[in-house]
């Protein structure tokens, strides 16, 4: 699907994708979005803007990391955007690629995205946005992709508190396996911010002209966004590992008190046992055997060896 | 709450909200200070000193991170305040909100500060800080927030102290549970000393004008502390990670302990009880069964073999 | 094998090794290909293209890290190639020596390249490579090299989800084994990309003259796919830290497994035993014994406490 | 205590306090050395050398981090200096401060510091250290505060020694303990000499203008001195941890051992005693108890078992 | 010892020390080496060469680290040297002190050393070494350090190799201590080439003028050569953390398979024990005893209980 917008003189202007190449040329503002596209809507890229190969390459095969890339009279940005809000199963993510000049940003992507429907239709409606200039655009549509990613960050955090909360409980159903998942997912959005962070960099060096000074101050408004995300995620790492020790303390604290059980049982029955044993024998000669209270004496003296091994670890403090 | 103070040829006036603007005019040294600013209030930011909106969200947005922002005609800091000194729950901090100008200063903060009450009493009292300028005014601020971070981690060291000797003492009342609350807000607190340490190395650089070379001074004792904080904080949470290492460590050597009493105990009852089972068996033909004092040999035979055990554990150290 | 190609004016011709010098004063551009070259072939290196001895000694000398030198008129690179796909075992890779100069390209391999073979192929029959210059065939030659470690990596990121889903599955066989193994291989790869990424590194710096601007694109595509080789490996890695974890942890759980199991038999059928064992001693006087229904009662009693302990550990879930 | 030393002319004086004002304006060189001083003794410092507030709060505020700052006509620095050589105890050091400008050094330090009193000796006997500049003076009180570290890294590579000694002796006594203590005073140790290879660093730069480049090497030397440290601390932190984990893997050994013990007198006990227990059941019909040798084969049967165990045991390599 | 070669106009000759100094002033190419030195020989460097006290100082106080110092009209030059090849104690190494000018090289080292002799001796019979000046002097003796460490590195791979093989067969022989000590050494050695690396990248910045741009090649080749150990050292080392973490897991899975096999023995006997226990009570009413075939049917039933337990066992895989 294409949709392309022109501005020229305060009026926004649906237009249609064959005279694009006349617009470029008569230097209009222009906005083309391809969503999805198919074989002869990336042509446009080739023909119309005359794109460099590589990129439209790029374009099309997909799992690309963030980076922007300067081709003299246009730049080529991939962003990473975060797709699907499910933290259980391996996290997802989509790209987005921008060209951008002075007078036009072309956008592809190929799956739906929320952030692009938005902007273009506040793009549509008011002159806000083309009225900035094209950097502006291109400040929405980052600032549309950066803002996407806290909410997942956020819950990261709660499923740390989550986890957290289970190993307290003593709460067992495969805490390190949500551990190991988490920490997967979380790699990997480290590693995209990173790349990104990166692109942001770029843009307010000094001498990157695309961006009038005027608008510089919202791009230092992502990047601001941006380093918080990083705040976050290395945070949230740190306490992952965290928790992970925790676990792992947990683990062996309950290994602890498994074997004082054994221990408690083992060393209080073994020797009552003996006892019973020795005057289980059959030897003839066992002079207590025939006594009155033998049995009684026997029982008796068995409850005190009992009884004072309690205490003992009473104050060993195994008890 | 709003208040002004203006400051003119060494005369200090508190003024109203509504001769702002005037006094800006007038190249007065001005310092206004919002403490939980309400709607009318805020708009002074906007349209008395016409800052950037993205500033003005910033501070309407609080869980900012500590940054310093160049507008041309001013500076926007956001500066990180710790806030309730109770290390067992999760540490708090808010924000203060500053706009420095040559002339003016601007705080802005969502509670009661005790630091800017102290300086504006000062400020209010003696011409001793506006007289050296606005950025003197400034360093009492920031060394305010600076200062009051100290106790938080002199605590936290006397709070490792007492992990550790807990572990020593063998209290086992929830140790690693201390350990990782602690590594957490001292995470936390990583992040905003470094974030503070950025700006102070923004003031330092020799290009920035808006502070005057006497007193550049202050700020690097600023600088200094910050550096100080560092690295206690870097300190203890090497200590920490060593506490933790030590915890485990006591828990493997209770583990020992415990896996040597049941050793022992089974090592020494289990021949004993096996010889009392033989002489327990029913066989008609046991002729050591008849002897005269066949049931004190094997005591005495019962007796002699836990003693060589006995000595055998003492030799190999387990006793 | 030697193999060379000249071009001039449009015209692909494959030459003979004894002319080389003579195409090499007339400017023509020119590649010469050596496969496992024998003593004749190294001595067209020092002779005709007067390399420096110290790189046709590196040439003979294989397990070189990859490398770039300046030797002023013409660059001396070294790359390693991965070779065999088998990552159970160690890991092995050679090394193509390439000698770049603004007119020919010297390739100096040990055993054959299927990626040499389709280039030089492909620059045979069609003109497409020399024409746009010989940085683009030295592109094309490294872009093969850098695009042959992809499959390995994705192997790498198949071994580690087999590896963790044999954890889970309580697989056993030499599970840390295979993780060590694929460490190793790992570390191994990461340096050779680190030493490759220092080559673009080079290349892409502005005053690098070797490389048309035209042409400087293709080599930033090479150092895109080395950053995204990184970013994989570096992923990897630390998610095969992980799966070490998770191996680890699973084997302290199943630990626990095992000293639950020891702990609940014994704790339930130690004391029925003592009960046993002093019903078994030989007193003469032991009231119980001559009861009607004493055995029957003991039974009855002992099923008790059994049912009692494993009601306990149900409580205490060890059940 | 106050001491003056001023110098002129290859003349060396001891001078009384109160005509140091008058000795800085003619230009001698002069060391002003103040051991604990008292509040009148400070005064000199703000009075007659005039130097910033900061900078005397400085010293009267112990517990500084080492430091050099820049005060126009005058550089402060503070350095840690060891103190006590006891490493069993919690790591204690002290500051000396130093003012320095081209014609004066003052020293301000709280407690006795035999390397100030040597020098001073020196100082006050020949003409040697003044002679060749006041930076010389400077250099030979940094070369005594630094190389009074070594004895301690020094100490500090025989305590490693010992403990690793200590582990495979299995001398338990609180290894781990040791270890700690030791770690806790190396991070210390290695904060100063970062600290203090800061302050080298400042001292090394070609636009430091208080050295004199025939006096450059000195302190070339005692940067040498401190990378010296540096590599000693560094390497004996890494063993520290070498030996953590060389006790941890000492403790899980052992515990085998035990495990192992344990497991193989259960494993040889529990049959033959379950044998011992079948015979000693009483029931009427058990055909083998009538048997003339039943006993002996039940014996010799029993033998054979424990033998048959034994040897399995050794095949296992647990005995 | 001491021995000079003089090299002037193609001409090698072996001077007297006495005549050095002429021989220095004549610019004549000079190489003296002294293996060690006595007193009187030591003293050449202070009268002839004039060298600075700091530098003969550090000749005579061995342990240095390597290191590469600028005194204006020479460099004086440290560099370790490895010595003793057995890896099982701890790791030897000497030092080598090198002055270096446009004319000379002088060489100071404490014992003798195989790679000084063969570069005299080569020195001594051809020109060649001279011819191409003091630098490639210099650049000989520094390449046959370096290549000195490559037997020692290759020595440590097999030792890792031996190591981890000794794991997979359970050869239990201090293994950990192998360890221990071979990371003891490869830290050592890591500091080494680390300082070593540290001086080619003096000789290598553009504005080292000692060396002539036609040598400088060679120099590049030892800092490939540094670069080569330095992947080697650092990849060793992770592998070496590797077998660790494998030792460790190979303990623990011990401990596993010990745990298995006494919870396996306590759980199927002591059920059995308990029958034999119940029918070895000495009630006087009990039904069974006195059955025909109560024992057979009472053994029966215990076969059958092991059996159905071994058969859970082997569900469970723990058989």
Redesign the interface.
């Known amino acids: 699907m294409i949709r392309c917008l022109s501005y020229s003189q305060g009026e926004i202007v649906d237009i249609e994708p064959n005279i694009i190449s006349e617009k470029i040329n008569n230097k209009n503002l222009l906005w083309v979005d391809l969503e999805n596209p198919n074989d002869f809507e990336i042509k446009i890229l080739s023909e119309s803007f005359r794109f ?1 190969p ?1 990129t439209i390459e790029d374009c099309l095969h997909r799992k ?2 963030s ?1 922007i ?1 300067d ?1 003299q009279n246009y730049y080529f940005i991939v962003m990473n955007v975060f797709k699907g809000r499910k933290l259980e199963k391996e996290f997802i993510n989509s790209e987005i690629f921008i060209f951008v000049s002075k007078t036009y940003v072309v956008t592809v992507h190929w799956s739906k995205m929320e952030l692009i429907d938005v902007i273009y239709k506040k793009a549509t409606v008011t002159t806000n946005i083309f009225e900035r200039g094209i950097d502006f655009l291109l400040y929405s549509i980052m600032d549309g992709v950066i803002d996407d990613y806290f909410p997942v960050v956020d819950e990261i955090g709660e499923k740390i508190d989550e986890i ?1 909360e289970g190993i ?1 409980k ?1 709460d ?1 159903n495969v805490v ?2 949500k551990i ?1 998942t988490l ?2 997912n979380m ?2 959005l480290r ?1 995209i911010i990173t ?1 990104q962070r990166e692109i942001l960099n770029t843009f307010l060096r000094h001498d990157f002209t695309l961006i009038k000074e005027e608008n510089r ?2 791009f ?2 992502i990047y ?1 966004h941006i ?2 995300l990083f ?1 976050l995620i ?2 949230y790492y ?2 992952l590992t ?15 008190e ?6 408690i ?3 209080i ?18 002079p ?8 009684f004496v ?2 008796a003296f068995m409850g005190l060896i009992a009884l004072w091994e309690i205490l003992y670890f009473k104050k060993k ?2 008890l």
């Open positions: 460099h590589l690309q990391r980076k890339e081709y957290e307290f003593k067992d390190y396996n190991f920490k997967k790699l990997k590693k790349a101050l919202y230092m408004d601001d380093m918080r705040d290395d945070t740190d306490l965290g928790t992970l020790d925790l676990y792992m303390s947990s683990i062996s604290n309950r290994m602890n498994i074997m004082k059980t054994l221990t049982i083992t060393t029955m073994m020797p009552l046992t003996l006892i019973t044993g020795i005057y289980g024998m059959n030897f003839k000669n066992m207590e055997l025939n006594t009155e209270y033998g049995y026997t029982l403090k195994w």
